[in-house]
């Protein structure tokens, strides 16, 4: 097999999914990658690790290897190297590798390879399951849409927790845990949002009251950011029914999954 041959194969098996043999491999991979993030949790086990951390170490420098020569191939037989390494998976296949060299510097920095199991987000394209990510477009679209209400509300909230967190440490102090007032915008925020770690507690009657405005007010507030983005939701895929128009009766509002038209019968 000649050289230019050899490119076309690897590129065939590699980046294609309609093959037997692309399929296979892509599926391999993912094992693989699933692999390595459960060797990574092992290791983060300490009394695990203290006992088998040599076969640990052996299995993520295998899978290391592994992914390193991966990588250096899809580069090699890819005909477009440069848009290929600048792409997201590019970039999340180069990132799933780097970690472990540089724990030979940075100890520790091989958790880092945790981001291995971005790479699992292939199988939205060998499973053929991209109808998916356009349903998850049009939640992001959503978001998008609605990221300058959401912003002024956390600017609000945050208002109100530096209000909150000021007045608990007037009337509280350093004397029941408040001993700043960043410290009780942070019991603030904690109160707020309904987490209640009990690490800072009121203990003035005054506090208490203060205390139990926060938490009413942490219920009042917690469905906005919801309604807003349930609001944006519902626009954007009012706006996704009309975009798929008929060919024709010129007609829209169709679901995604619909395949005639509700107004003429026409195949979509």
Sequence with gaps: MDHAALKARLNEIIFGTDTPAGKNFDLALIILIISSVFVLMLESL??????????????EWTFTAIFTVEYFVRIYCTPHRLRYVRSFYGVIDLLSILPSYLSL????????????????????????????????NVLLRSMMMARRK?????????????????????????????????????????????????????HTSLGQFIAAIAMLTGYS???????ILTAELTQEMQRDRQRRRCGSCEQGGHEAHARYCLHCGHAL
């Excluded at 300490?46 to 299995?59: E, H, K, N, T, V």
């Excluded at 390879?113 to 292939?122: A, K, Q, S, W």
């Excluded at 102090?173 to 009121?202: A, H, L, M, R």
């Design 105 to 136: 510097i940075f100890p520790g920095a091989n958790y880092l390879l945790i981001v291995r199991l971005l790479r699992v987000l292939r199988v939205f394209r060998i499973l053929k399951l991209m109808r998916y990510l356009t349903e998850a």
């Design 150 to 202: 959401i912003m002024i509300f956390f600017f609000s909230v945050f208002v109100l927790s530096v209000i909150f967190g000021s007045l608990m440490y007037i009337v509280e102090g350093p004397d029941n845990g408040f001993s700043s007032i960043p410290k009780s915008v942070y019991w603030t925020i904690v109160t707020i949002t309904t987490v209640g770690y009990g690490d800072i507690t009121p």
């Design 46 to 59: 300490q009394d695990f690790a203290g006992r088998y951390q040599l076969y640990l170490s052996i299995a």
């Design 221 to 227: 507030i917690i469905a906005v950011p919801t309604g």
